[in-house]
């Protein structure tokens, strides 16, 4: 009965793990043909239940003979499994496979021959068989098949490295020990005893058979054999010392409990549940003892945290790849190793250090660069973990797998690890076989993949200080090469920057200033900085003179600004300071290239519009010999000339207005009055122009110091030409209004504004100068006289003009000192 369960048993586990395996990797040859290995297994071994589950003698019969061909496609499929497992993904030829499952078949053929049993009897709970001499070719066949098997495993063994070598180890070992049960039980003694009551045992030795294959084939995670032997030995070990303490158990309850009238059924129980408890912490404690004296990896551990520590102090971009590589050659010594780094400009990974084999005239080394859509690359960063060749074609589908494992190959990597930056690949690194061709174990990988994620916070890292360092070389550069002197102190005002155009214009050496108070400047760039740090304001055109150690001064033009505090506070305060020596005699030479312009304008002009009245004057001199006895002629003569003449005086006038200094006058100028009497002046002018003429005129509290004379001959000027400018049924109108200047300084604005005007864009510009009019019959020295009374009170004056809104004249005037003056419109 235990005979027969344990056959179904296995029967039904052999078809439960051919279908997992089968479904793992459906597009794997090897997985297809592992399912028929299995499938056929399961049938040979329920085909032993049968024979152990008959009850007459032809029922064993027909079972036993069918177990010939069963067995012999198990046995074709395990060697036609091994011809392709685990580097090809294609099957053995066909010529080979034809060849092999046709003699397997013709070989089962002895089951169609009588004389292969001479006799079945049922005795010892069992059914006896006693095989004939046609056995004997079908039990040769057996073992030579096993026996190529076992040679093509291990001939594979010796030749493939890493985990491929692991898989072929789990399988042999499988096969050598399922096999050497098998054959014992169902071959070599029914041979040499002539029965078979101990082949009913043989069926179950396949287990080890099929479990080491599945294992090779299907599991994610393979370990070593040595760790895999300690792993069995310390449950082994579990079992052994938990029952150990069972039996114990029950030894002392046998002892005590009949003194106490307890049944011995509770003992059990109780020892059982003791015992169950136990197990867990029991395997635990002697798991941890075999891993500490047989798989020490402290050593391994304690390297991989002196590593990442110094990763992380790596801070050159250049030198952290050489140093990563290095690392992963001492301690995993792979065959070689290459790191790959995205490039920032073009988006390309660039190969930074590599180690290749050191003696080997074959390898073509890494490539310098591989593009983002190198399949590599492309693998890698969506996977976004370890990448390990051997694991491509047992995970991935087929299509996907063979040109992955191809690259890889081509490369000579065994695994790609990523670098990864904010869930964007920003490197990888490409590592060999290890040289002993040894598996890389679970504990190594996780170190490696731990080590990963610090190597792209370090690269990150040294890539943000490589360009801190950069930007600040930069600076420096500018710094020391910019015509500017550059100052900047610290909240202490102590002295942190000073560039060498500083020590040029001030004399003053870097080792006198830098670290020092600002008291070590002149007074006025030092008075400058302190205003700098209690205010967060950028302030320009600070300009003054300061004098050097060797009493030279310098004219300069300063400006400043705090950094890094509050609104009141700063943490420091830089200040620019600019060598006006060249600006100002530049400013001279524009000067007077002005005045010699202007000059020369004014004289063309004065020749130009006195010429013409003496033109007039010189024709009727000329005439008036013949003509002196006309009356008429010499009334026209005289009105003539005194005209001309009180042109020519007028203009004159105007001359001296605009060249000559007016009279310093400083008293209060009531603006709103002032443009109450222009528009009263001119009212005239503008009723008879059919030109509307009012005012807009505010409450102001501050106003101008100067001349009101003056400034009403300005305003007359400016609403005459607005006047003449105007349509009829135009508008001209005169505001006032308060403003602030540029230092938010109070300030009076004046606008005179006309809607129906516009003065073209290349016009604004030359319309100040004198002599220069589009009116008919004007001077040209209007707006120019204008200017000049504006520039004499400090004022300025700007022309907005466009074709849609009009023209509009704006002086603005300085505020003197505080006053009242009511607003009118």
């Known amino acids: 009965m235990l005979v027969r369960s344990v056959l179904l048993s296995v029967s039904v586990m052999f078809i439960g793990i051919g279908v997992v395996v089968y479904h793992r990797a459906p597009d794997r040859v090897w997985n297809r043909i592992f399912a028929v290995h299995a499938l056929a297994v399961s049938g040979w071994v329920f085909l032993n239940y049968l024979i152990q589950s008959a009850s007459t003698v032809p029922d064993a019969e027909l079972w036993l003979r069918l177990t010939h061909p069963v067995v012999a496609v198990a046995i074709c499929s395990a060697l036609d499994l091994v011809w392709v497992f685990p580097e090809r993904i294609k099957a053995a030829p066909w010529t080979h496979r034809v060849a092999l499952y046709a003699t397997g078949l013709a070989v089962s053929a002895v ?107 299907a599991k994610h995670r393979i370990v070593r054999p040595k760790v895999a032997l300690y792993r069995a030995a310390a449950y082994l070990l579990t079992g052994a010392g938990v029952a150990a303490l069972f039996a114990v158990g ?37 798991r941890h003892t075999i891993d500490r004296t047989f798989l020490p990896q402290s050593q391994l551990e304690d390297s991989s945290r002196h590593v990442s520590e110094a990763i992380l102090r790596t801070l050159n971009p250049e030198e952290l790849p050489e140093f990563l590589s290095d690392t992963i050659v001492d301690m995993f010594h792979p065959t070689r190793v290459g790191v790959f780094v995205r490039d920032g400009s073009d988006g390309q990974f660039i190969c930074q250090s590599q180690h290749e084999p050191a003696n080997d005239e074959k390898s073509v080394g890494y490539p310098d660069r591989l593009p983002p859509e190198h399949i590599l690359v492309r693998a890698v960063s969506e996977s976004r973990n370890l990448l390990h060749r051997a694991q491509v074609f047992r995970f991935r589908s087929l299509a996907q797998a063979q040109p992955l494992s191809a690259a890889m190959r081509q490369l000579g990597t065994a695994i790609l690890a990523p670098m990864l930056w904010e869930n964007e690949l920003v490197g990888f690194v490409c590592v060999g076989d290890k040289q002993s061709g040894e598996m890389y174990e679970a504990e190594e990988l996780a170190i490696l993949r731990n080590i990963m994620p610090q190597t792209s916070l370090a690269l990150r890292n040294a890539q943000l200080y490589a360009q801190m360092a950069q930007m600040k070389e930069y600076n420096e550069n500018i710094l020391r090469e910019m015509e500017s002197s550059v100052i900047a102190v610290d909240a202490q005002e102590k002295v942190v920057l000073y560039n060498p155009a500083a020590e040029r214009m001030l004399g003053l050496s870097r080792a006198e200033v830098i670290g020092h108070s600002v008291a070590v400047l002149p007074e006025d760039i030092a008075s400058c900085l302190r205003r700098a740090l209690n205010s967060a304001q950028v302030r320009f055109g600070y300009q003054f003179t300061i004098r050097r150690p060797d009493e030279q001064t310098v004219p300069v033009s300063c400006s400043t600004s705090g950094w890094g505090g509050g609104a009141a506070t700063q943490e420091g305060a830089v200040a620019v300071i600019s060598d006006l020596t060249l600006v100002q005699e530049l400013e001279r030479e524009r000067q007077e290239a002005k005045r010699l312009a202007v000059i020369r304008v004014l004289s063309a002009g004065m020749a130009h519009e006195i010429r013409n009245p003496m033109v007039a004057i010189r024709t009727f001199a000329e005439l008036l010999p013949q003509r002196w006895e006309d009356p008429e002629f010499r009334s026209d003569f005289l009105a003539t000339a005194q005209g001309e003449i009180n042109r020519i005086d007028q203009l004159l006038g105007q001359l001296l207005v605009l060249s000559k200094p007016a009279d310093a006058v400083t008293e209060d100028i009531q603006v709103n009055e002032i443009c109450k009497g222009v528009v009263r002046a001119m009212s005239a002018q503008a009723e008879s122009q059919q030109v509307e003429l009012i005012t807009d005129l505010a409450a102001i509290s501050y106003q101008p110091i100067g001349d009101e004379s003056r400034l009403h001959q300005a305003l007359v000027n400016l609403v005459t030409n607005a006047i003449d400018a105007e349509p009829q049924g135009g508008l001209v109108k005169v505001i006032t209004e308060a403003g602030m200047d540029d230092e938010e300084k109070p300030t ?22 004198p002599f220069y009019s589009q009116k008919p019959g004007g001077t040209g020295l209007g707006l120019a006289i204008c200017q000049t009374i504006i520039e004499e009170h400090n004022g300025s004056i700007e022309v907005h003009s466009t074709p849609e809104q009009g023209t509009e004249f704006v002086v603005e005037l300085p505020a003197g000192r505080q006053g009242s003056e009511n607003g009118e419109a």
């Open 111 to 217: 089951a169609l021959v009588p004389e292969l049993l001479t006799s079945i009897e049922f005795a010892q709970d069992t059914v006896l068989v006693e095989y004939g001499s046609p056995f004997i070719l079908f039990g040769m066949f057996t073992v030579t098949v096993t026996l190529w098997v076992d040679l093509v495993l291990l001939r594979k063994a010796l030749r493939l490295t890493g985990l491929q070598r692991v898989q072929l180890v789990y399988m042999l070992v499988g096969l050598l020990v399922g096999q050497v049960g098998a054959i014992l039980t169902m071959v070599l003694l029914p041979l040499v005893w002539h029965n078979t009551y101990f082949s009913r045992w043989g069926p179950a030795s396949y287990v080890f058979i099929i479990s080491g294959m599945a294992y090779a084939i």
């Open 250 to 286: 029950i030894i002392l309850a046998k002892m005590l409990l009949p003194i106490h009238n307890i049944p011995l059924v509770l003992a059990y129980i109780i020892s059982g549940i003791v015992m169950g408890i136990a197990a867990v912490p029991i395997h635990i404690y002697i």
């Open 748 to 769: 009076v604005l004046i606008r005179v504004y006309n809607s129906g005007s516009h003065i073209p864009r290349d016009q604004i510009e030359q319309i100040f100068s």
